[in-house]
Structure formats: C-alpha cells, structure tokens
C-alpha cells in the first residue's frame, strides 16, 4: 500500500513540475527553447550550434533553421550522430554511437537502412538494413566467435545459412 501511495505522490509531482516548467517557459516569451536555441553561427541559412533545453547540441549545416547537409548531434546522455541530415533527419552516411551500441553505415529518416556495420553486446552484424532491422545479406559474429552468413529477414536468420566455427563449418536451413 505504501508503494501504490508513494507511485501517485511521485506521479502528482512530475505532473506538477511539468506544469510549472512548461508555464514559465510561455510566460518568459522564449518558444525557440522548445526548439532549440542558436548559439553561435547561423542558424538559418548556414552553418552554427544550436543547443536545446536538455542539453542537446547540433553543430554543423542548416537549411531553414533546420540540420541538413554534415552535422553531428550530441544528446546529453553521451549519444552521439556525426553524418548527413536532411530535413532534420539522418539521411545518407553516418556513425551513431550510444551507451549500447556503435552504427556506422547508411540512413534513411533516422533508421539504419541500406549496408552498415552494427556493434551491439552479443556480437557484430555486417549487412543489409531496412528501417533498422536486419534485413538481407548479412553475417553475425558473436563474442564466442561463431559466424553466421545468412539472408535475415526481421532481424532473424531465414533460408539457407552457413555457421562458421573454429574446427568446421555447417551449412543449414532456417
């Protein structure tokens, strides 16, 4: 029961806070800290550093107040983008590092799409993307060192793969 109090009262307090945030940043006539305010260069038509109210900064080219062209984003938890925007979005060539995970390869509306290279915990896949998932040619390497060449449709292996071990190498259907 304490639990169930304590949740509500915390819940009341961010809704509180949120309010209260939200009402001061109307009242001081300052909309762009929504969306991020210029802090240096230009930021229209031009290259600058934008930053936003959480610390996020872009830094690089702008078409219309918005990134596009080479720019690299830095969140304020450590993430970080360097690549090709277009309208605000990652397009084209880029590397995308997070707590998690290193992408380097191609964009398409913020997602891995295209051939990339992605590093995550359980292992390395080097491959086909669409809308971020593994989809296509690709090879998965794992921390144990077993490759696994594969067409991957949503993120799992299909059809005919082969397994690659130290002492042999196994050819199968999934």
Known sequence: ????????????????????????????GQDNILT?????????????????QDETTYIGNFWNEIPSGEGTVIWSDGSIYVGKFN??????????????SLYIGEFNEDAPNGFGTLLIEPGMY????????LEGKGIFINKVGLIEEAIFKNNN????????????ILRGTK
């Open 1 to 28: 029961m304490k639990n169930i109090l304590f949740f509500i009262f915390y819940l009341s307090i961010l809704n509180l806070y949120s309010q209260v945030e939200k009402k001061s940043i109307e009242d001081s």
């Open 36 to 52: 991020g305010i210029c802090v240096s260069g230009n930021c229209n038509m031009g290259y600058g550093i934008m930053k936003w």
């Open 87 to 100: 309208e605000g979005m990652y397009s084209g060539k880029g590397t995308l590092i997070t707590n998690r």
């Open 126 to 133: 080097v491959g086909e993307f669409l809308n971020g998932e």
């Open 157 to 168: 292996p299909t059809g005919d793969t082969i397994l690659i071990r130290e002492n042999y």
